[in-house]
């Protein structure tokens, strides 16, 4: 059974049309990762959370949001989807430092 | 700035053969080190990991080798099968703060019958 669940494992958006990907964990892992994966690039760090505490790439764009209301569930919303913005995210989890991360399947974002 | 680099994108090897995926890095405050693979439409799964404190780690068919000074470490995939063509994804992270992994662009293997 899957252990980091996203969803959807599609999605189509319209250009500037607000979008929220979700990943949930069945883990009980209390760090949690979401990476943009660019065609033939490698996965790039967008934000992670330990605990309740966000740490945000300095990089990465103000359009790119996260929430985690619990344990189990983090939400990475886009704001206002670019062209530039179509990706594979994925969401991994972790437990506590110096672990392995278990990455979910990945929601790949086409925006129209 | 690429901190991990994957410098083949591809590697075909015949099935039964020896696979070597090669990573090298950059930053010496890395210090663990760990292979992923993936398939298509599939999230990268968990291969081997490598301390820095270790210059080899076996699982099985999967030997992991870190040389420091030379800041390279290698995948050696013995014998190789159908079933491990899939993209490998070098990945490096220090031990101290946040544990965040810094991923290769990775190597799109392909075992050949």
């Known amino acids: 059974d899957a252990m980091v669940i996203q969803n959807p494992r599609y999605q189509v958006t319209q250009f500037g049309k607000p979008v929220t990907l979700s990943c949930s964990q069945t883990?009980?892992?209390?760090?949690m990762y979401w990476y943009q994966q660019k065609s033939s690039q490698a996965p790039k760090l967008l934000f992670h959370?330990?605990?309740?505490?966000?740490?945000n790439e300095a990089d990465t764009p103000d359009n790119f949001q996260s929430r985690r209301p619990n344990t189990s569930f983090c939400f990475l919303d886009i704001r206002s989807p670019g062209l530039g913005d179509a990706a594979m995210y994925l969401c991994?989890?972790?437990?506590?430092?110096?672990?392995?991360?278990?990455f979910g399947a990945g929601t790949r974002l086409s925006v129209l | 700035d690429q901190q991990v680099k994957q410098n083949s994108p591809s590697l075909s090897v015949q099935e039964g053969r020896i696979s070597i995926l090669n990573c090298d890095y950059t930053?010496?405050?890395?210090?663990?080190f760990l292979w992923y693979k993936k398939y298509p439409a599939e999230g990268p799964t968990f291969l081997i990991s490598i301390s820095s404190i270790k210059d080899k780690n076996e699982d099985g068919r999967f030997t992991v080798f870190l040389n420091k000074s030379a800041k390279h470490l290698s995948l050696h995939i013995v014998p190789s099968q159908p079933g491990d063509s899939a993209v490998y994804f070098c990945?490096?992270?220090?031990?101290?703060?946040?544990?965040?992994?810094?991923f290769g662009q990775g190597t799109r293997l392909t075992i050949n019958p």
């Open positions: 990945a490096a992270s220090a031990q101290q703060g946040a544990q965040k992994l810094v």
């Open positions: 883990l009980n892992h209390n760090v």
């Open positions: 930053n010496s405050m890395f210090d663990y």
């Open positions: 959370y330990y605990d309740k505490d966000f740490n």
């Open positions: 991994a989890v972790q437990r506590g430092a110096g672990n392995i991360q278990y």
